[in-house]
């Protein structure tokens, strides 16, 4: 692998960067494997370079049925944070972000995390205890976080409108200030990079159309570019979970929905945090490039089209627009939608199965991106040792069944209301 | 925007319903249920990439449920009835 650095920066630019190497290769499937990851997404190229970095399993193939980095990973808005109630998250995000603050130089790679800070705005005196609640056992967990009255959020968030009449008047807000954004595409192209320098092998354009199982043990797969084998095989692919699971004959407390997510055009810098709001479920951040980013709530419907609706579209504009009265004089640039495998608790799902070398990681809601790092990391512990770290103990499948559910929102079991 | 025939009102605009969920999940037998029934029909779901059976609530409406089977992949309404109908398979 290259070694990027300011050194290769100045040798590359006396050659006007025309030589700068492939940063991975475009192998062809080999017949066999130890590990084949499904899914060249951010969490599947993570498994992947964790498998090769920590347990020195360099035989892995990763298997992408499109591109890398095009299904969730490039769909996503970006934001990275630990700010759960629940023990079993807020371990398992806090492990994740401190991860992520040393991603770039672990990589070799600029994911551009940027911690900028995530605040959650509490609307109602009830949300104020709530997140105040919630800031606490973050603390206790050992993470951070910083209660913001209302004149410390408008600090950091100007153009807020902070004032009585608007329609869900701001309380205050639970700040993480370690919480921010990164570059998603980065992050896949880090990983895949540093996966490939070990030895992974990352097979682009081919879908999984089959699981091969023989004496209740996984023995390969079936795919576009034909059979390969393999003793263990795990799945990372974001929200089809669910169909690839019924190639294993396997049924999932997961219900596959569609998300969107949208951009206005690119303006001046005038947001340098990250806004969420707890009454309307909606989330703002400015890119790099200047576009606010926003995203809502699901479709709320079953769907597996990565495109959604314009009723939705309306009500997150509406939202962001209730609270920064200012953005309203914006176009909207562009929308676009990504599958969530939406779990019957809203907790993720990495454990191993009754299959044996067969392991899932999948219900993410809809919070996969900022989970990518620790994901990895966990998944590829299961992987390697066919049994759970200790922070992916608590999100076994079978949980459901004996009733240890991780339900942060308290809804119960309408995946779609998480 | 969905476009969405009510069996009772004719068609409405998507904005009308509620989404109640997949219509497959069978309820079952208090008497005879075992936890394992119970376990599937709260928990576990086909989840297909396909033809999908589900009901919808048309809350600002007639306030009844209906049973609409829709492709989940292009979003296409492939038949709607009442819950206890049987759906068209769409292909003729």
Redesign the interface.
């Known amino acids: 692998m290259q070694k990027y650095s300011i050194f290769s920066l100045a040798r590359n630019a006396l050659t006007s960067h025309k030589n700068w190497g492939e940063a991975w290769r475009n192998p062809d499937p080999k017949q066999e494997y130890d590990v084949i990851i499904i899914g060249a997404g951010g969490h599947g190229l993570a498994t992947a370079y964790y498998l090769a970095k920590n347990h020195g399993i360099t035989n892995v193939a990763v298997l992408e049925k499109g591109y890398l980095g095009g299904g969730n990973t490039g769909r996503n808005t970006t934001i990275v944070r630990a700010n759960y109630l629940l023990p079993e998250n807020e371990l398992f995000y806090e492990h994740s972000l401190k991860l992520w603050e040393g991603l770039s130089q672990d990589l070799n790679f600029n994911v551009m995390f940027s911690q900028r800070g995530v605040i959650n705005l509490a609307h109602t005196d009830a949300q104020v205890d709530a997140h105040q609640r919630r800031g606490n056992a973050m603390i206790l967990n050992g993470a951070d976080g910083v209660w913001l009255n209302k004149h410390e959020v408008k600090a950091r968030a100007p153009l807020l409108d902070i004032s009585d009449r608007a329609r869900f008047p701001i309380k205050g807000g639970l700040l993480q200030p370690r919480a921010g954004t990164a570059r998603h595409d980065a992050v896949a192209w880090g990983f895949a990079r540093g996966a490939d320098a070990r030895g992974v092998d990352i097979i682009q354009n081919c879908e999984v159309t089959g699981i091969d199982i023989e004496n209740g043990g996984v023995v390969g797969v079936q795919t576009s570019r034909g059979a390969i084998k393999a003793k263990k095989i795990g799945t990372a692919v974001a929200g089809h979970t669910g169909h690839i699971a019924a190639m294993a004959e396997m049924r999932l407390p997961i219900e596959s929905h569609v998300l969107q997510a949208m951009v206005s055009e690119p303006v001046k810098p005038c947001l340098d945090t990250v806004v969420t709001s707890g009454a309307t479920h909606t989330y703002i951040s400015q890119s790099d490039k200047g576009e606010l980013v926003m995203g809502g709530d699901l479709d709320l419907y079953n769907s597996y089209a990565q495109r959604g609706n314009f009723p939705r579209i309306e009500e997150v504009v509406a939202s962001v627009i209730s609270m920064f009265p200012a953005f309203s004089r914006l176009r909207l640039m562009r929308t676009w939608g990504g599958v969530m495998d939406m779990s019957m608790d809203g907790s993720p799902i990495i454990t191993k199965t009754d299959i044996n070398g067969f392991y899932i990681n999948g219900g993410w809601c809809y919070g996969g991106f900022k989970a990518t790092p620790g994901s990895g990391w966990v998944y590829a512990h299961t992987i390697a040792n066919d049994t759970p770290h200790k922070l992916n103990e608590g999100f076994a499948l079978n949980r459901f069944e004996h009733g240890y559910m991780i339900d942060e929102e308290g809804s119960g079991a309408t995946p779609n209301a998480h | 925007?969905?476009e969405i025939n009510c069996p009772y009102c004719g068609k409405r605009a998507?904005?009308e319903f509620t989404?109640a969920?997949?219509a497959g999940a069978e309820r079952p037998n208090l008497e005879t249920g075992t936890n394992q029934d119970w376990?599937?029909f709260?928990?576990?779901?086909?989840?297909?990439?396909g033809l999908?059976d589900?009901l919808w609530h048309h809350s600002a409406g007639c306030r009844r449920l209906i049973k609409v089977r829709?492709d989940?992949?292009?979003?296409e309404i492939i038949d709607t009835g009442a819950p206890s109908d049987s759906l068209s398979t769409g292909a003729s």
């Open positions: 925007m969905l998507q904005k989404y969920g997949d376990f599937e709260v928990y576990l779901r086909n989840n297909p990439r999908h589900e829709r989940v992949v292009t979003h």
